[in-house]
C-alpha cells in the first residue's frame, strides 16, 4: 500500500532548523525558532543583505486546475531539491496553507509526495500563527470603526458606505452577509456586513506586498475604509488604527524558514489565494531568497491568466522583481480533462481528447512567452497511469509552440525525478529576456479589464452593471486609475463559468462588483459568481482529519 502523505513527512528526518540556516549562511542570532524545525528570520538580518547580488528567479506556474489537481507545489519543491542535486544554491518559496481549503476540499499546500516541505502538519495547521495575526489586525481595524461611530462618530462616518469586512481564516459560507449592531443601542449601529476568508483580505495583501515593517505600517493607513455623506473616504489612518494593525503584525512579517524533505531550504510565508486576492507569497521572503541563493522556485497560485498575470502584473510591476524563467505545470489528467473527459474516466488513455485539450496548455504558453516575455519550460508531473503515447502527445503539443515538455516524476522519485528539469530551468535562465506587462499604467481602470479580459482570457468584451460603472468612473476620477487590477474569478475556466473548459474564446466577463483596496494599491475587480467567503463542501476535509491519543495528527491528505 502507498504511503499518504502525511506518513511520508512524519516518517522524514528533519535537520534542526539552525543547520538549514546554516546552509544559506545565516547565523543563529538572526533565527527566532518555532520548535526545533522551524524559525522566523529576524528583519534586521535580512535588511543587511542589500548589498548582495541577487539570484536567478523562476516563477512556477500551471495550467487551468482541474478536479484532479496538478501539483504546482509539488513541482515547486521538487525543482527546489533538483536544483540542489545537481549543484545549485537554490530556494524556494512557497505561501503559507489556508484553513479554508484544508479543512475543506483542495488539501494543504505543502507539495506532495516525496516533494514536500516539512514540518508539513504544522505548515498546513496555522503553523507561526502569521494568519491569526493577519486576521486580529482586520478585525481590530472593524471593531475600531464601530467603535467610532458608536461613540459620536467625529469623522461623520455614513454607516451606509463602511466597506470593511471583517475575516476569517475557515470557509463559512453563512457569514457572507450579515447584519451587525442587533440588541440595543449599547451593541452599536446595526447595519448590513459579511465576512471575507483572511487570504482575501486587503491585510492580507498588504503583508505579502509590503517591503519593509515602515512600508506596511503607511499602507496599513492608506487602507480606505468607509465614506462620509458627501463621498468623502476614510481611512485607517484616520481612526489612528494602522500603528495598533502594525505591532499585531510586527513579528508576523519576519519570512518563516522551513526545509524540504531533502533540506532544500524554505521560505514559506504569506498565503493570498489567487482567485481572490494575487496570488504570490510575500514580497520580503522572495526578495531575502534572492539574496541567500543563486536560484529562487516561487509559485503563483492557480494558472497562468490568475496568479501568474497578478505576479507580472501587480507584485513586478510595484516592485521590480524579475523572473528570469517560468514553469508551466500540467498533467496528462489535465489535458485530457480540458478535452471533455470526466473525471471518473481520466485514468483510461485517451490521446485524442488529451490533444483536444491543449489548447489549454497552448494559451497559458502564449500568456507567459508572448505576453509576459518570460521564457518557459512545460513540466508534466508525471503520474503512474500516464502512457507513453499520451506523454509524447503532450511533448508534441509543447513542441509546436517552440517550447520543450520535461517528464518529471518528483512525486515518487524527489529530486531525482526532476533533474532534466532543473537542468532545462538553468539554461532559460541564462537567456536574455524582458518582463513585460499585459497594460500600460496609464490605461483607465475600466479598459485595464477589457485588456485582461482579451489578451489573457480570451474573452471578447466585460460588461457590468451601471452601478459597478459609476463606481470604477467614481475611482478614476478619485486618481486611482493608476493601479494594478486585481481580477477575483473561477480558477477552473479562462471564462468566468467554471464549466467551460479549454480555451474558450467570444464570452463576455461580467464584473459584478468593484473594491478599492488603496493600502494594497490596487483596484479589485469581482467577476461572475466568484465568493470571497468560500463555502465547505458536501463532505468538508475536516471529517477526515483527528489527532490520535499519542498527540499524531491523522487524516491530513
Request: hydrophobic content about 45%; glycine content about 10%; charged content about 20%.
Amino acid at each position: 500500500m502507498s504511503l499518504s502523505n502525511i506518513d511520508i513527512a512524519q516518517a522524514a528526518e528533519l535537520l534542526p532548523i539552525q543547520d538549514v540556516a546554516a546552509s544559506l549562511g545565516i547565523p543563529d542570532d538572526a533565527l527566532v525558532p518555532y520548535g526545533r524545525t522551524k524559525a522566523k528570520v529576524s528583519l534586521s538580518y535580512l535588511s543587511g543583505l542589500a548589498h548582495r547580488p541577487e539570484g536567478r528567479l523562476v516563477l512556477m506556474t500551471a495550467v487551468s486546475p482541474t478536479p484532479a489537481g496538478e501539483g504546482k507545489s509539488t513541482t515547486t519543491v521538487g525543482l527546489g531539491d533538483a536544483l540542489t542535486r545537481i549543484g545549485r544554491r537554490a530556494m524556494i518559496c512557497l505561501r503559507e496553507p489556508a484553513l479554508g481549503p484544508v479543512f475543506g476540499m483542495k488539501g494543504g499546500a505543502a507539495g506532495g509526495g516525496y516533494a514536500q516541505v516539512v514540518p508539513m502538519e504544522d505548515i498546513n495547521l496555522h503553523f507561526t500563527g502569521d494568519f491569526a495575526a493577519i486576521a486580529a489586525a482586520a478585525n481590530l481595524l472593524a471593531a475600531l470603526i464601530d467603535n467610532h461611530i458608536h461613540h459620536g462618530n467625529e469623522l461623520g462616518i455614513d454607516v451606509r458606505r463602511v466597506t470593511w469586512r471583517r475575516v476569517l481564516d475557515v470557509n463559512d459560507r453563512a457569514l457572507r452577509d450579515v447584519v451587525l449592531g442587533l440588541g440595543g443601542t449599547g451593541n452599536g449601529y446595526p447595519r448590513e456586513s459579511g465576512f471575507d476568508i483572511v487570504v482575501a483580505s486587503e491585510v492580507m495583501a498588504i503583508f505579502c506586498l509590503a517591503t519593509s515593517l515602515a512600508d506596511l505600517k503607511e499602507r496599513l493607513g492608506d487602507i480606505v475604509v468607509a465614506a462620509t455623506r458627501d463621498r468623502r473616504p476614510i481611512r485607517a489612518r484616520d481612526l489612528h488604527a494602522h500603528g495598533a494593525m502594525a505591532a499585531l503584525l510586527r513579528d508576523a512579517l519576519a519570512p518563516n524558514l522551513v526545509q524540504t524533505l531533502e533540506h532544500t531550504p524554505a521560505f514559506v510565508h504569506g498565503g493570498p489565494f489567487a482567485n481572490i486576492a494575487h496570488g504570490c507569497n510575500s514580497y520580503l521572503a522572495t526578495s531575502s531568497a534572492l539574496r541567500l541563493a543563486d536560484y529562487v522556485v516561487t509559485e503563483a497560485g492557480f494558472g497562468a491568466d490568475l496568479g501568474g498575470e497578478k505576479f507580472v502584473d501587480i507584485l513586478c510591476r510595484s516592485t521590480g522583481l524579475r523572473p528570469a524563467a517560468a514553469v508551466v505545470v500540467a498533467t496528462v489528467r489535465a489535458m485530457k480533462y480540458h478535452g471533455g473527459v470526466a473525471v471518473a474516466d481520466l485514468p483510461t488513455e485517451d490521446v485524442a481528447a488529451l490533444e483536444r485539450g491543449t489548447v489549454n496548455l497552448e494559451r497559458h504558453l502564449r500568456t507567459v512567452r508572448e505576453t509576459f516575455g518570460i521564457p518557459a519550460v512545460v513540466a508534466i508531473n508525471h503520474r503512474t497511469e500516464d502512457t507513453p503515447a499520451e506523454l509524447a502527445a503532450l511533448v508534441a503539443a509543447a513542441g509546436r509552440c517552440g517550447v520543450r515538455a520535461v517528464v518529471a516524476r518528483h512525486f515518487a522519485e524527489g529530486g531525482a525525478g526532476a533533474e532534466d528539469l532543473a537542468r532545462e530551468v538553468v539554461r532559460l535562465c541564462a537567456e536574455p529576456s524582458e518582463l513585460q506587462f499585459t497594460y500600460a499604467d496609464d490605461e483607465g481602470l475600466w479598459e485595464k479589464m477589457r485588456t485582461i479580459a482579451q489578451r489573457i482570457y480570451g474573452a471578447d468584451d466585460i460588461s457590468a452593471s451601471g452601478s459597478v460603472r459609476a463606481q470604477i468612473r467614481r475611482l478614476q476620477d478619485d486618481g486611482y486609475g493608476d493601479l494594478p487590477l486585481c481580477v477575483a474569478k473561477t480558477q477552473y475556466s479562462f471564462s468566468t463559468d467554471p464549466a467551460l473548459r479549454g480555451a474558450p474564446t467570444g464570452h463576455t466577463v461580467d464584473v459584478r462588483e468593484v473594491r478599492l483596496a488603496a493600502g494594497a494599491r490596487f483596484v479589485v475587480m469581482i467577476c461572475g459568481d466568484i465568493m470571497t467567503m468560500p463555502g465547505l463542501p458536501a463532505v468538508p476535509a475536516a471529517e477526515s482529519i483527528d489527532v490520535d491519543e499519542d498527540g499524531r495528527i491523522v487524516g491530513l491528505f
